[in-house]
């Protein structure tokens, strides 16, 4: 779980991505299984939410160093994209593509698929601002109190019941969109 | 339970925050429970939402991270520097590798008084300024400083643990600098300005519950507490042969780090013939931990990595140290 302020969750997150050295092994990591170096590309930087939202999620458990979850997640995204066919340009080395063991810590990961990821946006725009703020902080792992600061929300207890509140009036606004609350039902991920 | 909190207890559910006890009881309101079972595909299209949102800060953050780097005045500042550390820079460490050559012409360049007395210092013994110039940490070993000649315990270099005085040992005698040791003056030079456990990125703040040795040395040595690391690190038990091997590279970062640079070379041996992870970051330090010992290996380990590392960033700064080398000759 990353910690910190948001300053330095950002400035830890550059020095992740813009590392070279990380991109070029996630890159010929890639190449050397019979990927293009654009899917590669868009590998790392898929790869990189995931890694993210893996942190967030408690799933690095200090197993392996970092730069190896790293690039055994964007290895997964690449075989996910591979298997979704986003990458049409490939052509594998092998019949199947598996992990390394060096990589075997390396959480599933979950890809979106792009319909639905559609279908959100738009279900987000239903939302506020402060709604989304809420809802994004508590899903980084902010504590109440954090979120109570940033926001200016006067109690914590306040933040909960704001949460609760967006979703359910979020659930009266979907039940008045028949459409797209049938469309966001029926695609689920990938 | 109101339904703010039953709202918060489905999202910990979701994320598998809860112990098991909880989780089991949360199972059971939402199999028994239609209202609880509805309020849980409410709190996974949170997450979801959630997801989308924090997906598209990365997105946008990505973007201007790409747009800096490729701008031409941004080249130099966010250019990747494998191992600089945070001050200030290559700019400073080449400079005084160009200061340490010109001193080192200087002071090769026999005065009256040296040449009349060319065969005393012939007769000096060979300088180990690896030894007790590079001031070992406190709990380091202390045997290798029983070589040092007198003339240079007056003029101690500075500890390659310090980063930022960015000075590399200086040679201390008027004698003529041996060509090994003026090499090691190089590799030092650059060593001391290479931040091996740079690459812990993520800022990680106080213990976990029931954290390994391993996670905790990985902690501690992001929080730059190399020898709280260190300890912590030792505990890895070998019989863990994957976090072993994990513990082992931290180990070698960090006594490269520490400037204890014989004790991180066996380490280097043994996991690069594995071809472990880091494998362009670990060549490139046993190259520089071999240079500033005057192991005889070090020239051929510089000139292999200026060929066949996999990190182009790496070979350039072992291409210069070479060229540099070469100057001297």
Partial sequence: ?190 | MDKATLHEKLDAYLKGSLDAAEQAEVRQLIDSDKDVADQLELVRLEQELAEVMVDEKLDEMMRAWNEEASSPAAISDTAPKPKAGSFPGQWVMWGSVLIICAGLVFWSWPSPQETASTDAVNEDPPSSVQSEDREPSVDAPTEAATSEPPAQETKKAPAPAKKESKTPPPVASAKEPQPSEAIQQLALAVATNTRATGGTYIIRKGAQPNESPLAKGYRLMGEGKLDEAESALLKVPEAQERRYLNAQQYLAFIYFEKGEYEKSIPILENLTQLNYSQQAEMEWYLALSYLATENPKGLEALKQVTTESTSPEIQEEAQQLLDEINALD
Avoid at chain 1, 15 to 44: E, M, P, Y
């Fill in chain 1, 1 to 190: 779980m990353i910690r910190g302020s948001e300053q330095e969750r950002a400035n830890a997150l550059k020095a992740f991505f813009t590392d070279q050295q990380l991109k070029a092994t996630v890159i010929r990591k890639i190449q050397q299984k019979g990927g293009s170096a654009n899917d590669a590309q868009d590998a790392f930087q898929e790869g990189f939410k995931a890694f993210y939202r893996h942190l967030l999620n408690g799933k690095f458990e200090g197993r392996s160093s970092l730069r190896t979850f790293f690039v055994g997640i964007c290895f997964r995204c690449w075989l996910d994209g591979l298997k979704k066919s986003f990458y049409q340009r490939t052509t594998l080395t092998d019949k199947e593509e598996t992990l390394d063991d060096e990589y075997e810590h390396t959480p599933e990961t979950r890809m979106m698929s792009r319909e639905r990821k559609s279908q959100l946006q738009k279900v987000l725009a239903l939302l506020g601002d402060r709604c989304k703020k809420v809802i994004m902080m508590g899903y980084e792992g902010y504590n109440s109190e954090e979120i109570k600061q940033k926001l200016e929300i006067e109690a914590e207890e306040a933040v909960r019941k704001i949460r609760y509140r967006c979703m359910t009036k979020l659930k009266e606004k979907l039940a008045s969109q028949p459409t797209l609350n049938a469309l966001l039902k029926s695609l689920s991920y990938g």
